[in-house]
């Protein structure tokens, strides 16, 4: 079990803050999916965390130890950054190998992890970019450690592959702290358990997803019968039976009643996404991160 | 090592311009030897004492600074890797690796010194060389062969980390900010070009001087790296 704790921490660029004051404790293995708008200061947040930024006050401590002032502490961090960090004149295989060198590790068993075998002979530079992220986040795998901070790892990743990353993070938050950003709220509602949302610099949320309540909960059905004059229930989005309740438990006694009427329920699935009411919510809440400087940065 | 393979692999044509430069200036040097022997065949006109300079003697100490050019140029490819490495997030990551600023300048100053190295060390061979061909005495060659060890190394260091700060220090990825590193560089031998004309009786202690100093500066740019500039001039 391993703690990621950043008290009062306020970091940014060329002394501009980006971060103020931002205080939270992740005490379980587990993924915190990071959100914000753009600037709002989630790759800042990132980059204070792995060190790479000195915070103007507070400190970052993973399993007590300050990482400003810990070496040792700061090799315990995985980074991807959305930069590729890619050496481009190199195959995949040198790529690797050089990364391997620098921070120790496999290649060949990072390459096997990532099914990129077909394109170990390849340049980086000519891979597409999706390929290139591949090789990048397989980096990230070479040694394992114990906290893994992803800035958008499946950006450019097709689903397929996107859902292999997450398998292997969910593997991972087993018994590490991983902290993961996504623009695809769907996806971070897939992978997380919980919840860092970043809002102008500050922490707008932080807590376990199970917790975000939709002011309502909208419920598609797929049958094979019209079933709108069992429960109120109209044929909308997607061929979907779209059914609102106010509390989900409500939604396991509509299936009920369907069921004992005899009707064949091919589907079920809520159709709005509480991460996305959040994140509106907050996003209308905080027009300052349409400008602010760090812009560039998230 | 592998910083150093890598920048050859990305540029080759600063290292052949270098090469070039280097060789050419081998030349120049070995020259003095034809002006001395025109000289004592036909109409003194470079010789010393005739009120012009002693071009046949400052040719030799003008060549070492060309060598010193030679061995900028040559060394150059590791500041490209360096811009490139910087706008492609790799010194991020090194960065992220717990690295610090004096970490990664180290890193490159090696390889810069590495391939500076290796083609001072060409241009030693081929003083020798052509030195031993236009029957140059020994004391000369090792003279010129033992300055451009003392300079070169010394430029190099001093260039490349101007040139990385310089880098570092930009706002925009494509500026141009480290070529006036490497002209700030190249202006720095500038006293070995000009001495062996106006006090060539001087020119090889000013040269060692001149060594000293770029030496001292270079410690004290390298050591005050991390305090010179800050981790997030680093990032892409």
Request: aromatic fraction near 8%; charge should be neutral.
């Amino acid at each position: 079990m391993h703690t990621l704790e950043l008290v009062n921490v306020s970091s940014g660029y060329g002394g501009t803050p980006v971060l103020h004051d931002i205080s939270f404790k992740a005490q379980e293995s587990a993924i915190y999916v990071v959100l914000g708008p753009n600037g709002a200061g989630k790759t800042t947040l990132f980059r204070t965390i792995a060190g790479i930024l000195n915070p103007y006050s507070g400190k970052v401590l993973f399993d007590g130890e300050n990482l400003a002032q810990s070496k040792d502490a700061r090799k315990r961090i995985n980074y991807l950054s959305h930069y590729n960090a890619l050496p481009e004149e190199m195959t995949v295989r040198n790529a690797l190998g050089f990364y391997a060198r620098i921070e120790g590790g496999d290649a060949r068993e990072v390459i096997s992890l990532l099914n990129l075998e077909d394109l170990e002979d390849k340049k980086v530079s000519d891979l597409s970019q999706g390929q290139k992220k591949r090789v990048s986040i397989a980096k990230v795998f070479l040694r394992e450690r114990d906290l893994y901070l992803l800035d958008e790892p499946t950006s450019n990743l097709d689903p397929a592959v996107s859902k292999e990353i997450r398998d292997i993070l969910l593997r991972l938050s087993k018994d590490k702290i991983v902290l993961y950003s996504s623009h695809n709220l769907y996806e971070a509602r897939d992978v997380g358990t919980n919840l860092i949302l970043v809002r102008d610099g500050e922490i707008g949320y932080f807590g376990e997803i199970s917790d975000i309540k939709s002011k309502e909960y909208r419920v598609g059905i797929r049958t094979t019968t019209d079933i709108s004059k069992m429960i109120d229930a109209k044929l909308g989005e997607g061929g979907y039976y779209v059914v609102s309740f106010t509390e989900p438990e409500e939604a396991g006694l509509a299936l009920k009643k369907l069921v004992e009427n005899g009707v064949l329920v091919t589907e079920m699935r809520q159709l709005d996404n509480p991460l996305q009411e959040l994140f509106e919510a907050n996003h209308k809440q905080s027009p300052a991160a349409k400008t602010e400087g760090g812009e560039k940065r998230n | 090592m592998v910083i150093a393979k890598r920048s050859v692999s990305l540029s080759k044509t600063f290292l052949i311009v270098g090469i070039f430069l280097g060789l050419l200036s081998v030349l120049i040097s070995s020259l003095s030897d034809l002006i001395k022997y025109i000289g004592t065949t036909a109409t003194p006109a470079n010789a010393a004492g005739t009120g012009g300079f002693d071009l046949a003697a400052a040719l030799p100490l003008v060549s070492v600074a060309l060598q010193v050019f030679a061995a900028i140029t040559f060394a150059t490819p590791v500041l490209l890797l360096y811009v490139y490495d910087k706008n492609n997030g790799v010194l991020e990551y090194f960065l992220s690796l717990g690295m610090n600023q004096g970490d990664i300048y180290r890193q490159y100053l090696k390889a810069a010194l590495m391939l500076s190295s290796s083609l001072v060390g060409l241009e030693v061979v081929a003083n020798v060389v052509a030195g031993l061909m236009v029957g140059k005495t020994g004391l000369l060659i090792l003279e010129v062969s033992g300055l451009v060890v003392a300079l070169a190394l010394p430029v190099v260091s001093f260039s490349t980390l101007i040139m990385m700060s310089f880098s570092s220090l930009q706002k925009q990825r494509v500026g141009a900010n480290q070529p006036l590193g490497m002209a700030i560089g190249i202006f720095i031998v500038m006293p070995a070009y000009i001495v062996p004309f106006v006090v060539p009786s001087l020119a090889i202690a000013i040269d060692l001087l001149l060594a000293a100093v770029v030496a001292a500066l270079s410690l004290l740019m390298y050591l005050s790296a991390s305090r010179l500039i800050s981790r997030e001039k680093l990032l892409p």
